[in-house]
Nanobody, 121 residues
Framework: EVQLVESGGGSVQAGGSLRLSCAAS????????MGWFRRTPDNQREWVAD???????GYQYSVEGRFTISKDNARNTLFLQMNNLKPEDTAMYYC???????????????WGQGTQVTVSS
């Protein structure tokens, strides 16, 4: 079993930056898919970014060029660098992983508790 704990959220003004961290503990693997989802104020769950098993990264179009996802495998930590934040980025951000490793694809079966990001105009 792997546990995920997010940190780094907060309140910023539009144009500001935040760096989210996700600490993984328990059973961890370099071959986990890992990523970030967010739940918006209108309760929509959106995929934000991920790193596939082969290291390939992907981004939702609205954050591409502004957000960067990365991993520090030695420290079992996932990051999301968020630059030029917009009010539309306001959401609860969740670190996710396929901790069960039950499929060849990324099955987002393991979620952290979330960290709130609020961007004001």
């Amino acid at each position: 079993e792997v546990q995920l704990v997010e940190s780094g959220g907060g309140s910023v003004q539009a144009g500001g930056s935040l760096r989210l961290s996700c600490a993984a503990s328990g059973y961890t693997s370099r071959r986990f898919c890992m990523g970030w989802f967010r739940r918006t104020p209108d309760n929509q769950r959106e995929w934000v970014a991920d790193i596939k098993r082969d290291g390939t990264t992907g981004y939702q179009y609205s954050v591409e060029g502004r957000f960067t996802i990365s991993k520090d495998n030695a420290r079992n930590t996932l990051f999301l660098q968020m630059n030029n934040l917009k009010p539309e980025d306001t959401a609860m951000y969740y670190c996710v992983a396929d901790g069960l490793n039950s499929t060849p694809w990324c099955e987002w079966d393991t979620w952290g508790q979330g960290t709130q990001v609020t961007v004001s105009s």
